[in-house]
């Protein structure tokens, strides 16, 4: 533990600290009661209550949208299931950025719905909605469809036999099974639309703003650093009761019903109510998912003498950015790339090492080390940006001109995601085996590598490619701490996005598809590594 303790200690907890110090403190005295006066404020309270409506009209929505998918997926055979389970899951590893800019293609000024009939959802609390149900269907889709393709259906077919009903079989049979699962789904789409950033910064415009949007506010616009401590800390309280309950909803769910190979419970439909479910899943996953990011590959596409490929090439020069980029936006691809290969051998040492101190100990402290590393995930990630910025700024950790703080800031949300994809296989791996590789004569080191590792490969790699993509698409905390000369590709979308012009609105669409293609290219890698469904993502 004490590898990961140190690397969040130092990366984590003291720049968050170090900012919410700085906002509350003045002259070496807490100013506490700044929290009252910014709670207070109508404007303030304003966002808290959108904040928290939008995130249950989010999560609602996405239950009602994602529960048939789940269903189809852990229940039906058909041809092409693989792939499309790649398809759906493509939005949840996308950057927000990019999933803004997709659906601002869609929805926006110039998108298709205003070519086709002159209606315009951005700056609508819809396009918000819309685009929270595209980016966390797949969390509902495989963390319910996981565990109801495992369930027996033996269990429902013996309440039949007993003279229920179809519906009360599913009531009091599988619904009291699957209810952990749901809740656990639903605890990580609100938390995930609760800190939503480049979606409402995209789409919202200034007339909707989430805690995280308005932390960015008034850290990076109006440089109100107590209004943003205030802020931070609420959310911070937020985001630590909805881990809390999470973990609880994980423990019950690892107590369901008796579990089955998910190969024995699939069959093809059967009568027409089977075949109409499976065919309007799939017509809302090419309404949802597919048709967003069409439209997004056919407007970097549409440059201004028809269709080709001039914004990609523009993407080549730094003159055609306008002044927007020191370098050519290109260059963006290559920095992410190299940024998110750093972050992700971070994150795979620490998460690996946090994974396995899992697996060893138990009691409150290693709960309470579980929950810190899941903490990144809704901390606000512009806190942590600016934080970098204003500790990281004196020997010996003096990086506030090396490359290694992007890295550094994007392992931190790929470490969650190695955790929660090792950790189960690492609990599934029999101590008997550890302990006659002891009596053998090999030393621990060497137990790990011949009884561990071959076991937990396969995890290893697929956790490695989640983090990957996930460090990819950070940028709530990139948009503070990458170069003006060394741009990632979020932070390159996000610039030509908030300038205006035909071009910079097309590189930013060219620049969208280039992150998606590599995104969903990772994800199908990942899909043909991962045979079974071990991991919660």
């Known amino acids: 533990m004490a590898g990961p303790l140190a690397f969040f200690a130092v990366f984590f907890a003291y720049p968050v600290a170090a900012i919410v110090g700085r906002g509350l403190r003045t002259d070496g005295a807490w100013q506490f009661g700044r929290a009252g006066d910014v709670l207070g404020r109508p404007d303030i309270l304003g966002v808290l209550w959108f904040t928290t409506w939008q995130a249950l009209a989010s999560t609602a929505l996405t239950l009602l949208i994602a529960l048939p998918g789940a269903y189809v997926f852990a229940r039906f055979a058909f041809p092409g299931k693989q792939l499309l389970r790649a398809v759906v899951t493509v939005p949840f590893v ?15 000024r110039g998108g298709l719905l205003d070519d086709l009939w002159g209606v315009r959802l951005d700056t609508t609390v819809w396009a918000i909605l819309l685009a929270h149900v595209f980016f966390n269907y797949a969390v509902v889709v495989r963390t319910v469809g996981g565990l109801w393709s495992q369930l027996d259906p033996r269990q429902e077919e013996a309440a039949r036999v007993l003279g229920a009903g179809r519906l009360a079989a599913w009531r009091r049979v599988t619904l009291p099974a699957l209810a952990p699962a749901v809740a656990a789904a639903a605890l990580m789409v609100f938390l995930f639309t609760f800190t939503s950033f480049g979606v409402v910064q995209i789409l919202g415009g200034p007339g909707f703003s989430t805690l995280e949007v308005e932390i960015y506010r008034q850290t990076a616009q109006l440089l109100d650093l107590p209004t943003a401590a205030v802020l931070t800390l609420v959310q911070f309280v937020a985001v630590g009761a909805i881990l809390a309950v999470h973990a609880g909803t994980v423990r019950r769910r690892e107590t369901a019903l008796k579990l089955v190979d998910p190969a024995q419970t699939a069959r093809r439909p059967a009568g027409a109510g089977q075949w109409a479910l ?30 080709g490929f001039a914004y990609y090439r523009a993407l080549a020069s730094v003159d055609a950015s306008g002044g927007t980029f020191l370098v050519p936006p290109l260059e963006a691809v290559w920095n992410s790339l190299r940024y998110a290969l750093v972050a992700t051998v971070v994150a795979v040492v620490i998460g690996g090492l946090a994974a396995a101190a899992l697996t060893r100990r138990a009691g409150r402290l290693v709960r309470g080390f579980d929950a810190l590393l899941m903490l990144p995930l809704g901390v606000s990630a512009v806190t942590v940006g600016f934080g970098f910025l204003i500790t990281l700024d004196k020997p010996p950790l003096d990086l506030r001109a090396s490359w290694i703080l992007v890295p ?25 085996l550890r302990e006659a590789a002891a009596v053998l004569g090999a030393s621990p080191l060497r137990a790990w590598r011949e009884v561990d590792l071959p076991l937990v490969r396969r995890a290893t ?19 503070f701490i990458a170069r003006p000369d060394r741009p990632t590709l979020p932070v390159a979308v996000a610039r030509l996005l908030s300038r205006p012009g035909e071009l910079n609105y097309g590189q930013a669409m060219a620049l969208s598809t280039v992150l998606m293609v590599v995104c969903a290219v990772s994800l199908l890698v990942l899909e043909r590594i991962r ?5 919660e993502f």
């Open 94 to 108: 996308l950057p927000t950025v990019v999933v803004g800019t997709a659906f601002l293609a869609l929805l926006g």
């Open 278 to 307: 499976l065919g309007g899943v799939l017509a809302t996953v090419a309404l949802l998912i597919l048709l967003p990011l069409g439209v997004l590959v056919e407007r970097s596409l549409d440059g201004p003498s028809g269709y």
């Open 408 to 432: 550094l800031a994007q392992a931190l949300v790929g470490v969650p995601f190695v955790v929660r994809t090792m950790l189960p296989v690492l609990r599934a791996v029999d101590g008997r």
């Open 461 to 479: 790699l697929v956790a490695a490619g989640f983090a990957f993509a996930v460090s990819l698409g950070e940028f709530g905390a990139t948009v």
């Open 531 to 535: 045979t079974d469904r071990s991991g």
